[in-house]
T-cell receptor, first 113, second 116 residues
């Protein structure tokens, strides 16, 4: 699985958009970009994933650059409950890679009132 | 629909003791996983299962055993507990191999284990 690089921490004002970057310059053509988050003392929660097209769901948007070497997770209107560690994970979907999610250090997002 | 349920939530073990962490899911998921998370670190895969009767090692399997006799249950056994096994343990499940729509991994709330 390709290595990812995320800033260790970010701050965001409540109600503003939170833009979390992730670099994955060695990503392969069959590797997806996944985002999970972990709120203190809870199990990780799936947010969104994508291959090369931008994706949006009820939680967030995922913007992947055309060369796929980086991506940005966007929380459009951050709330205090969005304070968490956000993990960007790049991996092959399917095949024999069953659930072998490699969680790095992630980005600690702190949303301020 | 309770999702993924783990028990116990907290446990203190003495060195050399054994115990089983229980995990059950009610989503009829085929795939189940056990992870551990050390303080300030990311999750590491211990074991996984792609269906009843089928298990395989993950990244850090030493000191652990698993079984999968039913679709719903995936217990993790610690034999001869050591201080290095002090960690938070997460059980997870998914319907299929993730990447396809809906096949995301769902995590339990975690089991805090301390070995003294």
């Amino acid at each position: 699985d390709a290595k990812t690089t995320q800033p260790p921490s970010m701050d965001c004002a409540e109600g503003r958009a939170a833009n979390l970057p992730c670099n994955h310059s060695t990503i392969s053509g069959n590797e997806y970009v996944y985002w999970y988050r972990q709120i203190h003392s809870q199990g990780p929660q799936y947010i969104i994933h994508g291959l090369k097209n931008n994706e949006t769901n009820e939680m967030a948007s995922l913007i992947i650059t055309e060369d796929r070497k980086s991506s940005t997770l966007i929380l459009p209107h951050a709330t205090l409950r969005d304070t968490a560690v956000y993990y960007c994970i790049v991996r092959v979907a399917g095949g024999t890679s069953y659930g072998k999610l490699t969680f790095g250090q992630g980005t600690i997002l702190t949303v301020h009132p | 629909n309770a999702g993924v349920t783990q028990t116990p939530k907290f446990r203190i073990l003495k060195i050399g003791q054994s115990m089983t962490l229980q995990c059950t899911q009610d989503m009829n998921h085929n795939y189940m996983y056990w992870y551990r998370q050390d303080p300030g670190m990311g999750l590491k895969l211990i074991y996984y299962s792609v269906g009843a009767g089928i298990t395989d090692k993950g990244e850090v399997p030493n000191g652990y055993n698993v079984s999968r006799s039913t679709t719903e249950d995936f217990p993790l056994r610690l034999e001869l507990a050591a201080p290095s096994q002090t960690s938070v343990y997460f059980c997870a499940s998914s319907y299929g191999v993730e990447g396809a729509p809906g096949n995301t991994i769902y995590f339990g709330e975690g089991s805090w284990l301390t070995v003294v």
